[in-house]
């Protein structure tokens, strides 16, 4: 189905009048067309300063086969522009731009590059229009006049991102992410942000690690403190054992000898993975690393050979994430 794009502006008089009225004559002249707009646009004058403002209407016309040819649609838009407004010229004597009662643009045909006096197609200063780039995103999302794909941001319906009640309502993956006395509070909040995004269980404080509510953590958890089930115990090796005891599997995040690359680190089947994350400078308690039944590094090659804590947690539980779904 191939889709002529057009741009309709005017800056006098009833500006939204004569727009309806070029509308409704497009219609009549293609009635087999499917005719889309976007929702108008309004906008200083370009090109020339006038104290009216523009508003401009993005219409879509998606031919059901065979479409006029390029100058023969020119044609006929000129001649609806005429029938809106007998004085619409949009030029001055001089070339200059002007104010007008209706001005209506091609601004891209499918399938079509040409460029001749007439016209040229896609319009030559299409990108550099926001009038023009707004409806043309809503009518084409993805369109540039350059022949390129313009990827736009998701926005929040887009992301379809789940309500506090219904995040905490629904099938968590099998981790938790038990932290041994994490000094930094910000350290803390990222860890809840990360542990919300892969929908981890439940997240366990421990020692020094401080709790919510706070400021602090809030500022880097966005509210995830909210969503992420959380609960504290005095040391690590309370939590270990009451994890054990649920039928959590330890398993540590820390350089030793014989730890396994991430990579290749897949649970056993049915295993809920009980993830210890260290301190920032001691890392995990020598003591809790032996209790823990595997080992995980994450390969680097840089001079440091080490990450922020938050920044590990992060990368583990997208390996832990992928190998869940």
Same mark, same amino acid.
């Given at each position: ?11 006098? =008089?009833?500006?939204?009048? @004569? ?23 309004? !906008?200083?004058?370009?090109? @020339? ?10 219409? *879509? ?63 030559? %200063?299409?990108? *550099?229009?926001?009038? +023009? ?13 350059? &022949? ?26 099998? +981790? ?7 000094? !930094?509070?910000?350290?803390? &909040? !990222? ?6 995004? @892969?929908? +981890?269980?439940? +997240?366990?404080?421990? =020692? ?12 880097? *958890?966005?509210?995830?403190?909210? !969503? ?13 054992? *009451? ?14 000898? =014989? ?18 994350? &260290? ?11 032996? %209790?823990?039944?595997? @080992? ?30």
């Amino acid at each position: 189905m191939p889709t002529a794009y057009l741009n309709i502006g005017s800056n006098r =008089g009833d500006r939204q009048s @004569f727009i309806n009225k070029a509308i409704c004559l497009i219609h009549e002249a293609w009635p087999a067309a499917v005719l889309r707009t976007a929702p108008p646009v309004e !906008s200083p004058s370009w090109g @020339f300063d006038s104290p009216l403002t523009f508003l401009n209407v993005g219409v *879509a016309l998606d031919f059901d086969g065979e479409m006029p040819e390029p100058l023969t649609l020119l044609h006929s838009l000129q001649d609806i522009e005429k029938a809106v407004s007998a004085d619409s010229p949009h030029r001055n004597p001089d070339g200059t731009y002007r104010d007008r009662d209706i001005d209506i643009d091609i601004i891209d045909i499918d399938g079509v590059r040409m460029q001749t006096p007439e016209l040229t197609v896609p319009h030559p %200063r299409a990108d *550099a229009r926001r009038f +023009v780039t707004v409806p043309m995103q809503y009518l084409c999302p993805g369109w540039s006049a350059a &022949g390129t794909t313009v990827r736009l941001k998701k926005n929040i319906a887009d992301l379809a991102r789940d309500s506090v009640d219904s995040f905490r309502a629904k099938p968590k993956t099998p +981790v938790a992410v038990v932290l041994d006395n994490i000094r !930094s509070l910000n350290n803390i &909040g !990222s860890i809840f942000r990360t542990s919300d995004a @892969f929908a +981890v269980a439940e +997240v366990v404080l421990c =020692g020094i690690s401080a709790t919510p509510p706070s400021p602090e953590i809030h500022k880097t *958890a966005l509210g995830a403190e909210e !969503s992420v089930a959380w609960r504290y115990f005095d040391t690590t090796a309370a939590a270990v054992d *009451a994890l054990t005891d649920e039928g959590w599997t330890p398993v540590c995040l820390e350089q030793v000898h =014989g730890s396994v690359p991430l990579q290749e680190y897949s649970p056993a089947p049915g295993q809920r993975t009980a993830l210890i994350v &260290g301190n920032e400078v001691a890392g995990v308690d020598p003591a809790i690393v032996a %209790r823990c039944s595997a @080992f995980l590094e994450i390969p680097q090659a840089g001079t440091k050979h080490s990450l922020n804590v938050a920044v590990s947690t992060a990368v583990a539980l997208w390996h832990l994430f992928s190998k869940y779904l």
